[in-house]
């Protein structure tokens, strides 16, 4: 039987065609190497170029989303590898590569797998800064996800028993190389979820080659990680290899020891700290007390020097004051007078006859009346007479 | 009193220190803080000071039940 002859239009070929390639597995997930060249960019920010060898060319497009992760930007005449999916661009009928990562050639495959990786989770948020938790300042209980002979885990048991043995540490065991690795990982992560009262948790590896530590960045531990409700802290190899893991969790440590350190807070510089509060409240005690001990005494000097004593004690100091001065007063009149006294007295004892008497002159009287002879006409002869002179007296008789 | 936490004694004491640091207390209330101040000081140290590692395992039982396993100290290190 013949078949109808089928004329299709031409954008119905090119329909088919983009049907064909949208379905096939392989055109949609590729990695293609080649040269770079006819690179240029457009006003959007696209990068456009044509990756070549010897037998042939495709045109390439790399979107400017996926631009911004690259941190390798290729020139013309690079060889490259670049991940991407075909894709049929029908209306000027062309096929062209939608690349999504562009690699180096010469870069083994497990890491441009960790590139492509890395890209997709970024894409999907899971190394965002904002969804990453704070590690608790004083865990009680940490998980430690690891190798249960590995040298890591008696590491960082024998840091936090130095630094901070009041935690209490649960071990949950994980193969941590090989292809069953991941899986385990993510299976001791999830029972580890299923203990209550977990604050933190550490996930180590010791040392090793990228491919020993492969599974740390397989999606399956990045995933893990992600849907952890306790905080994570990752220590994997050495200070410089950074796996998948390490940029999810929240918190990388460079190694397992130095994740031992960030977990836990260290005892000796608690006890230190505690030890400065106690000599701060107690110089702030001490200095409350002693302030108040002085306004105290203060108070005290002040209420002495209103009390009843020492006011009693004010005035008969007055009291004797003034008794002082009075004596003082009246013997000082006392003197004034005295010398008054005297002072007439011995005017007194000038003014007597006394001194006259002493001076040789007598008083004479006539006796037996006893008048004083003052003139000679007062006496006749055979007169009684007595003279007074300065000792006595003696009788006599006027010749 | 005596059952506090480490961090939460120790978070305690900080605020207890930052009231006494403020001032502005009469003398009652600040020997009153000093005294629990120095409880919380002595419970702080005592978990700090008698505190020994505990360590456990965790195993995944076939029927899906978690157990966690004391795991004896290591012998301890001469000269630590």
Redesign the interface.
Known sequence: MEEILKILQVSELNDYIKGLVERDPVLQDLWVEGEVSNLSQSVAGHLYFTLKDSGGQIRCVLFRSSLLRQSFLPKDGDSVIVHGRVGIYGAQGLYQLYVDLVQPQGVGFLHLQFEALKARLEEEGLFDQARKRLIP??P?RI?LVTS?VGAAL?DI?NI??RR??????????ALVQGSEASESIA??MR??S??EGVDLLILARGGGSLEELWPFNEEVVARSIFASRIPVITGVGHETDVTIADLVADLRAPTPSAAAELAVPD?SE??AR?DS??A???S??EK??AS?RHRLAIQGEGLDRLSPARTIERWRGQIRNMIDSCSRLIHWRIQIEKSVFEGVISRLDALSPKAVLERGFSICRLLPGGEIVRSTRQVLSRDKIEVQVSDGVFRGTVW | MENL???EA?RQ??E??QA??Q?GLD?EE??RL?ER??KL?KI??E??EA????????S?SLEGN?T?EP?PP?PQESGQ
Request: aromatic share 10%; hydrophobic share 50%; net charge negative.
């Open positions: 300042p004083f009680q998980a249960p008696q048991l936090i028993k901070y043995p009041l935690v209490e540490v649960i071990v949950a065991p299976s001791a029972t580890v299923m203990v005892r608690c006890l505690l509060w106690q701060e409240m107690e702030r005690v409350t007390t108040c | 936490s480490f961090e120790f004491l900080e207890t220190v006494l640091e001032g003398l600040m020997l000093y101040g120095i000081y702080c140290s978990h700090l505190a020994e590692l505990r360590v456990k395992q965790l995944l978690v966690l795991v290591e």
